[in-house]
């Protein structure tokens, strides 16, 4: 799609947060999280404004540039003039957190089927590989309450999700917060890839459980790994990889 530049239009830190999340939905498209147009991936905007970066309604995620995404409110009001629709509803969730949590500048949500599938399990998420050890030293659960776009959810779900990093939302999909783009994409790539090897794991026989002493562990092992930067470690490399993916996201 043609869209207009905002580049030089908006401030050098918002340009730079406007790539970093336009490239996790090229990202998010690429190893195939995505539902057609559904999900959201949201940042705040830097400033004292609760100001927020969202996706255009209607558009795939691989077609998502920097200056496409659109600017709203804590209700998820479009501020910034956009053409692009915004989606109100599927904001609900995402506004709760923001607003519940000045950590979370980056929210992650996703439905895919892996995703979907434990959390449609009564023990959720299994400490049976690496990857669910990472997850199970931050995780929380919210139950369902159908599709969420009443308002009155917002406290249950800023309850539910406490301190935690990880979100298993019941019988709906997966939810990561981040200080940054790039924290919350590299928790959702764990989620997403425990609840993978989980799904594939149980067509596969009985289970070998992991010693709960290491997944209390697990927190200094993420720092050991990724040098102390967490998911800054790895946002260069994915970066690249948007980049081979389609370099206009940035424009």
Not at 118 to 136: K, N, Y
Request: proline share 5%; hydrophobic share 45%.
């Amino acid at each position: 799609m043609n869209v207009p530049s905002l580049a030089g239009q908006v401030s050098a830190e918002e340009w730079a947060l406007r790539c970093d999340l336009a490239a996790a939905y090229r990202l998010v498209a690429h190893y195939g999280w995505t539902d057609l147009v559904f999900t959201h991936l949201s940042a705040r905007c830097p400033g004292p404004d609760h100001h927020f970066l969202i996706n255009p309604y209607g558009f795939l995620f691989d077609e998502i540039t920097a200056s496409s995404l659109v600017k709203v409110d804590l209700s998820g009001n479009k501020i910034d003039g956009s053409p692009f629709p915004v989606n109100p509803a599927g904001f609900t969730i995402h506004s709760a957190i923001h607003a519940a949590r000045e950590d979370a500048l980056c929210v992650m949500h996703t439905h895919t089927r892996a995703g979907v599938a434990v959390a449609a399990q009564a023990r959720g998420v299994l400490p049976i590989s690496q990857q669910s050890t990472f997850v199970l030293a931050s995780l929380a659960y919210h139950d369902y309450e159908g599709v969420a776009f009443r308002p009155d959810e917002a406290p249950r779900l800023q309850a539910d999700l406490g301190q935690a990093n990880f979100l298993c939302l019941r019988n709906h999909g997966l939810l990561t917060v981040g200080s940054s783009v790039a924290d919350a994409f590299l928790a959702m790539y764990i989620f997403e890839s425990a609840c993978q090897i989980q799904i594939a794991a149980q067509a596969g026989g009985e289970l070998i459980a992991i010693d709960s002493a290491i997944v209390a562990g697990t927190a200094r092992a993420m720092q050991v790994q990724t040098g102390g930067l967490g998911g800054a470690f790895v946002w260069p490399a994915m970066l690249r990889k948007a980049a081979q993916i389609g370099p206009d996201f940035c424009t």
